[in-house]
DNA sequence: CGGATCGTTGAGTTGTATCAAGACGGGTGG
DNA sequence: CCACCCGTCTTGATACAACTCAACGATCCG
């Protein structure tokens, strides 16, 4: 189920080079990261709540995302997470996880040791400028969901959510032309905009009615982008995306 | 109204103090940065929404609060922010804002360049880390606020929200004994939770009429910490503070 | 003293939750 | 290969949390 291999930080190298373009010592340096390749089954728990992480792991394939229950027992979905992104890099600073991170869709995931992480910060700035970004763009997007959940109502809110998957999914190559394969259940999309699943059943019935998307079979297509967006409210800049990978 | 002093950084190397010793050339650093002090009236923006900064601003004293404004014109609090908080450090490396940053009372802040920023880091890395922690503990708090917005009742959300201001407010020496000065208004509370203002008026009066809390005059007094923990499904794990600056 | 801001209250409306039940579909074991 | 099961999606009926609108009281300040 686990294996040990030398450079499967490609989507991390393909990230970074999107923001500036790496040194011959850079690029070497994250080429011989350590790290550990495993295989997760769907809805896993990668990493807990309270735990203290000596590694951070990258997504290669599949989607994760963090959650928190509530006293309650309800469960609130706080980000999803696709490929090339580190979910739990804030644990690199932050010892103990205040979430947890689960995977939705099987997943390959590849460990990386914080030491190691530490290692290559300390001998190059502009990689550890390069991540803190990563962590910042992250935090840009929990700013935008308090506003979905806080001053949007459930149609809106899920227009906009629908746009952001959707946009970030084109900026990593998982969609074209709108259209791209989401696998996550109507309970899972409840659960990261606050709302119960028969609620989000009958907006995704609305939006469906307006023309704007269709969604089965585990693929979304947005038929009316434009459309999708006014619904939505939403605008891109918080995804702090380089120019030329932002959609159209 | 603005003037330009040395050592106006106490707040920021206390902070840093309760984190790591810091040596004498980690002080020194810190101390020479170049700040630049000014007083701002109340309900006066710092920074916009869309603008390019080419330097931070550390809160030597007042409130401030991030906030965005949605399409239908209504606002979403998305932090409050005390003195020795760094609000805009993001914008070290995420070049646009994607939200706007007001007073609340008056404020004094000092602002200090992004090029002295970066040099800093440059030469330190454990300064680095340090205020990549707090960047990272903002994005916690964050995180956890969803939560309140998706997933609580009012009730339990504005119970939460004190609890959190109170700790916090507790950890820099500004509440003693669970009292506090806290200077929002029922309108800044509302934006915060993503409620109306008639609402968190008839929120505020539950509490009290449970016994949890006292609060006019700007002046929050909690009656029964335990009760209004209990209320708010809190737990300071997310705020992750030094063992020591942590509410009873 | 007048105006502005903030807090409070009541009445009616709307968005969303809950409960309950059935439909559909894919996977598994007999 | 069929029967069954389980997770997911869908629908209807009812209940509740929170919103809006409107008005009024309290304070503070110029």
Chains 1, 2 share one sequence.
């Not at 996880?97 to 030491?115: A, K, Q, R, W, Y």
């Not at 300390?122 to 840009?140: C, F, K, M, N, P």
């Not at 001053?151 to 709108?178: T, W």
């Amino acid at each position: 189920m686990t294996s040990f291999l030398a450079s499967h930080t490609s989507p991390l190298i393909r990230k970074l080079e999107s923001i500036f373009p790496l040194s011959e010592g850079e690029r070497s340096a994250l080429e011989s990261l350590p790290i550990q390749v495993a295989n997760l089954g769907p809805d896993q728990d990668i990493v807990r709540i309270g735990e203290r992480p000596s590694r951070c792991f990258l997504i290669q394939d599949g989607f994760t995302c963090s959650y928190k229950i509530t006293g309650e027992g309800t469960r609130q979905i706080l980000n999803f997470h696709i490929a090339g992104d580190i979910p739990d890099l804030q644990s690199l600073h932050l010892s103990v996880l205040d979430h947890s991170i689960s995977t939705i869709t099987p997943c390959t995931v590849g460990f990386i040791p914080h030491e190691a992480l530490h290692d290559l910060c300390g001998r190059y700035y502009r990689i550890t400028s390069a991540l803190w970004r990563e962590t910042l763009v992250d935090a840009a997007v929990f700013r935008e969901w308090i506003v979905n959940n806080g001053r949007r109502e459930a149609l809106s809110a899920m227009a906009h959510l629908l746009c952001e998957l959707v946009v970030r999914l084109q900026a990593v190559g998982l969609a074209q032309d709108h259209r791209c394969d989401l696998p996550l259940t109507q309970s899972d999309l409840a659960d990261a905009l606050g709302v119960s699943t028969v609620h989000t059943n009958r907006v995704l019935q609305d939006l469906r009615g307006a023309g704007l998307i269709t969604l089965k079979e585990r693929t979304l297509t947005v038929l009316d982008w434009e459309g999708l967006k006014t619904a939505g409210d939403f605008d891109p800049l918080y995804l702090h995306l380089e120019p030329g990978s932002e959609a159209a």
